[in-house]
Nanobody, 125 residues
Framework: QVQLVESGGGLVQAGGSLRLSCAAS????????LGWFRQAPGKEREFVAAIVWSGANTYYADSAKGRFTISRDNAKNTVFLEMNSLKPEDTAVYYC??????????????????WGKGTLVTVSS
């Protein structure tokens, strides 16, 4: 069992930056793939980024490439999402998720086993 708690959301102007954090508890955190997803108002939840247990591999949605960076600190049981050059269309609730395997098809389907409750990011124009 893994519990995930996101933080770091807030209001930011377009072009600004935010760093989201996700603190995890539970055993075997360091063996899990971790990901970030988001859900904008009136839209389905979508994949943003994922990182393998060792940090050696990362995978990004096209919308995140070049602007967002996912990283993790297994010693602190935390995963981060650094978001730069934010746009109004990045406005969404951002969710942290964990899964025991690395499988990009699962990411794209949102088929992660554990989920946090989300943190709201609002980007003003």
């Amino acid at each position: 069992q893994v519990q995930l708690v996101e933080s770091g959301g807030g209001l930011v102007q377009a072009g600004g930056s935010l760093r989201l954090s996700c603190a995890a508890s539970g055993r075997s955190f360091s063996s899990y793939t971790l990901g970030w997803f988001r859900q904008a108002p009136g839209k389905e939840r979508e994949f943003v980024a994922a990182i393998v247990w060792s940090g050696a591999n990362t995978y990004y949605a096209d919308s995140a490439k070049g602007r967002f960076t996912i990283s993790r600190d297994n010693a602190k049981n935390t995963v981060f999402l650094e978001m730069n050059s934010l746009k109004p269309e990045d406005t969404a609730v951002y969710y942290c998720a964990a899964d025991p395997v690395w499988n990009t098809m699962r990411f794209n389907r949102g088929a992660m086993v554990y989920w946090g409750k989300g943190t709201l990011v609002t980007v003003s124009s």
